[in-house]
């Protein structure tokens, strides 16, 4: 427990340093773009015992990368003496690719991974049952060289939320980031 009492000044000072820290901790399945690129950092609060609260939201329920994220986020903060910090999980409403910020797409896409196309707050902001049907997928321009001349090799990549596609014009793979 924190004994001393910060003034508001000091408090929202904290807070501005914790957002400048948490745009240093890197996603661990996609190190060129930050917790904040990807929108998963929600919210930066005090308590009122002190403690700085840190929000997220994990990109999917069974994300395998949760703890570490949690766990990379604590010892930021406290390494800079921003401590002590309790993390929690906020999953309503559930994360959305929409949620990446345009800097982290941009980011994405140098890396060599495409970017989720399409919204998906237009499918989210509507309440329709989900209706699962196969359709084929749309072509996407290669993140290296910018062809549109591209196929989809496998619907999954690395990591369940990306796609594994070619390039025909540069003849290199890439994944892409599936749009949740």
Known sequence: MVSTVLSATALEARTARAWAVLQTVADPEIPVLSLCDLGIVRDVRHAGDGVLDVVLTPTYSGCPATELIARSVAEALESEGLGP???????????????????????????????????????????VPVRVHRSRPQPLSCPRCASADTQQLSAFGSTACKALWRCRACGEPFEYFKPI
């Open 85 to 127: 910090v309790r993390i929690s999980q906020q999953r309503a409403p559930a994360w959305s690719s929409d949620w990446i910020s345009a800097e982290g797409l941009e980011k994405m896409r140098k890396y060599g991974i495409a970017p989720p196309a399409g919204g998906a707050t237009a499918a989210h902001a509507t309440a």
